[in-house]
């Protein structure tokens, strides 16, 4: 019972078209007879930061007004137990499995066991590497990377010029890759001219903000307080590293980037101690992904915009955008799309010196 994918490269716009086409499967009907409802497999990495726990929610309430149930499993960000979390949606007989990975790679058993037990698999914004997903659901990551750096360098005290360090993502996840290559690109002419100057760099493991703030302090003890900026990749870890600038009187003073616009990168951008951060909006993703997995349970034509290499084959995938925020759009991008509310993100400041309402 495999299911054939057919790619089209339509035209030179290079348009993919995936027939997905039913072997031996009926295809089922939403919100029908209690049989017929099409069951959803979420299996996360972790529901321990702000942003996954916006996906689910916004995930499950579009599949729900689409008539799809969905099985949300989390696993701690322990490959053993996300591994065992996809075997039990398989036992389930979920219809279609959406997943965010922990390890890209590690996860590339769990597509070939759901293809075995004829159950499609989208990757949710984390590519699934070495193997064959149906469908890869995410943002522009590498775009993300080039907007951390195009704005670190065009804010530091003197543009273009700086000593920086450098906090990556977890080095099992393929999106902090991306990140660190979208910033290469950017930094690389730079870094060989001498401009900008890499004074510490690492991986936070698992993105912990606890490990970012390590980074920190690593790179503190031994350049001391000179440090112009932090290329942090996402919010979790600007948070630690600006808790080690903090602990030294640094926080504002050195300039940090983020990614996620979580509230509580809002609310330190809007007093200063962050400088920026990406918005992904996760609406956008959430309902577009919830929208196709209905789409893939029901065996119907998916059409996605691009297909991308996982090292394995080319993925059929769906890119949204992404935006920059800064203490001067808050509320014409995140506020205004309900992402986080007014009172929320300048809950810090007094009345007088926050922005008018919109
Ligand atoms: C996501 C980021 C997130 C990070 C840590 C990445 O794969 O794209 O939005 O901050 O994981 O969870």
Do not use: C
């Not at 193997?131 to 080039?146: K, M, T």
């Not at 273009?160 to 450098?166: A, L, M, N, P, W």
């Not at 393929?174 to 290469?184: E, H, S, T």
């Not at 290499?309 to 506020?335: A, C, K, W, Y």
């Amino acid at each position: 019972m495999k299911i054939r994918i057919l790619l089209v490269i339509v035209s030179l716009v290079a348009s993919v078209l995936i027939g997905l086409a039913l072997a031996s499967r009926g295809g089922k009907t939403t919100g029908a007879g209690q049989d017929d409802w099409i069951v959803i497999g979420l299996s996360l990495d972790t529901l321990k930061e702000a942003r996954w726990q916006a996906d689910r929610e916004m995930f499950v309430k579009r599949a729900g007004e689409l008539g799809a149930r969905v099985r949300v499993l989390a696993a701690n960000s322990d490959d053993t137990v996300q591994i065992s979390d996809v075997e039990k949606l398989i036992t389930n007989k979920v219809d279609v499995l959406v997943i965010v990975p922990h390890d890209g790679t590690a996860m590339a058993k769990g597509v070939k066991m759901a293809h075995e037990a004829g159950i499609p698999v989208i990757a949710y914004d984390r590519m699934i590497r070495d193997s064959d997903p149906d469908l890869y659901v995410s943002f522009d990551n590498e775009h993300v990377g080039e907007l951390q750096a195009k704005f670190l360098l065009e804010h530091l005290p003197t543009p273009g010029k700086g000593r920086i360090v450098r906090i990556y993502g977890a080095k099992t996840d393929n999106n902090a890759a991306l990140f660190k290559r979208g910033q290469d690109r950017v930094l690389e002419p730079l870094i060989k001219s001498g401009d900008i100057q890499v004074l510490h760099e690492d991986w936070a493991e698992d993105w912990k903000p606890e490990n970012a703030k390590r980074i920190v302090n690593a790179a503190i003890t031994a350049n001391g307080s000179r440090i112009d900026a932090v290329l942090a990749s996402n919010d979790g870890t600007a948070g630690g590293a600006i808790q080690a600038l903090s602990e030294e009187g640094l926080a504002g003073k050195v300039l940090v980037t983020g990614q996620d616009a979580e509230t509580v990168a809002l609310q330190r951008i809007a007093v200063g101690t962050q400088a920026m951060t990406i918005y992904k909006p996760l609406r956008t993703l959430a309902s577009g992904a919830a929208e196709l997995a209905v789409q893939m349970a029901g065996r119907r034509v998916v059409v996605a915009g691009k297909s991308i290499d996982n090292g394995h084959g080319l993925v059929p995938s769906v890119l949204f955008d992404v935006v920059t925020v800064t203490r001067d759009n808050i509320l014409d991008t995140v506020v205004r799309d309900g992402q986080a509310s007014y009172d929320d993100v300048y809950r810090g400041i007094p009345d007088a010196q926050r922005p008018p309402r919109p």
